[in-house]
């Protein structure tokens, strides 16, 4: 019977799984440029040979690089992150080739094709990080870089410093190129994520009673609602948040049900906003303080109705009308 024939100077068989540096991108969420610098900078680099001495990385491989993907999206300095990296115990069983995409997907037609990364305005660990741990569609990280800085900072300042300058990055992204709508997707629901972990963090609201946060009919934005959520969580203030596309007649019913001290309502295009229906809340007493929040409402608000400009104001507003 004749030897089976090996590849490579190693004398190693290919292994099924073997993959090149850009699949192995297109698994992780990072550029080629990264894996090769991890390679010649921390000796993450492949392990497999094929014929011609290509090297290919196997599933020991992506697993390690995991490991160094989820570390430095989170913050954790390189050199440190690979030290962990290399001492990761190998799985393979997590990583087969059956696993990883082939192919990616064509950018439409008239767009260029889309970029591997998100741009940013602000430079910073917090946003890059952020716009990483989207671009490699990781909830959890997301969310764990989110509530971090909420840790350190706020929910204003993470609101205003961190979310925001990457949402608005991703947005002109997929305006330019066509594409990463998953990515903001994603990168909504993990921000709602760790703010509604903040926002339940009450125990002993400060107020008697309740806020109210909806969006106007037929809106469908209202991360905003979970960010004043959260922010007021910090101040012992407790809300309820309707949700989007909350019809006037819900509105109502809830203001009647509820006899809340504040209702806020966002409106983030001009197409759902119609202050006249403002003017239709029901007469309660004590009358609540009726606020509005966000682009899509004109300058000039209806009798009896405040316009905030931004999140703080809104917060400041707020607490001060329940007595916190």
């Given at each position: 019977m004749a030897a089976?024939?090996?590849?490579?100077p190693t004398g190693v068989a290919p292994s099924p799984a073997a993959l090149t540096v850009a699949a192995v991108a297109r698994r992780l969420g990072v550029a080629p440029a990264t894996l090769r610098t991890w390679d010649r900078r921390y000796g993450l680099g492949p392990s497999a040979h094929t014929t011609g001495s290509h090297r290919r990385y196997g599933p020991a491989d992506l697993e390690r690089l995991d490991v160094m993907r989820r570390l430095?999206?989170?913050?954790?300095?390189?050199?440190?992150?690979?030290?962990?990296?290399?001492?990761?115990?190998?799985?393979?069983?997590?990583?087969?080739?059956?696993?990883?995409?082939?192919?990616?997907?064509?950018?439409?037609?008239?767009?260029?094709?889309?970029?591997?990364?998100?741009?940013?305005?602000r430079p910073g660990q917090g946003p890059r990080?952020?716009?990483?741990?989207?671009?490699?569609?990781?909830p959890d990280a997301a969310t764990q870089i989110v509530l971090a800085s909420v840790a350190r900072r706020g929910v204003v300042a993470t609101w205003e410093e961190l979310v925001c300058p990457v949402l608005e990055s991703v947005g002109r992204r997929w305006a330019r190129t066509g594409a990463g709508v998953e990515v903001e997707h994603l990168l909504s629901e993990a921000v709602t994520a760790a703010f509604a972990r903040v926002a339940a963090g009450i125990r002993e609201p400060r107020n008697a009673r309740?806020?109210?946060?909806?969006g106007a009919p037929d809106e469908e934005h209202t991360l905003p609602l979970r960010a004043l959520a959260a922010a007021l969580a910090e101040?012992?203030?407790?809300?309820?948040?309707?949700g989007a596309r909350l019809p006037h007649e819900a509105l109502v019913a809830a203001i009647r049900r509820s006899g809340p001290a504040v209702v806020f309502v966002w409106c983030q295009l001009s197409a759902t906003a119609d202050g006249a229906l403002l003017g239709e809340l029901p007469a309660v007493r004590p009358a609540p303080?009726?606020?509005v929040g966000g682009p899509g409402w004109p300058a000039v608000s209806p009798p009896g109705v405040r316009r905030v400009g931004d999140l703080s104001e809104a917060v400041t507003v707020v607490t001060h009308a329940v007595g916190a």
């Open positions: 089976a024939s090996t590849d490579g430095t999206v989170q913050g954790v300095a390189p050199g440190e992150a690979a030290r962990v990296a290399l001492a990761t115990p190998a799985e393979p069983a997590l990583a087969t080739v059956t696993e990883l995409p082939r192919t990616g997907a064509a950018a439409p037609a008239g767009h260029a094709a889309a970029a591997p990364v998100v741009p940013l305005d990080g952020l716009a990483r741990a989207a671009m490699a569609l990781d309740p806020v109210l946060l909806a101040r012992g203030v407790a809300t309820r948040t309707l303080l009726v606020l």
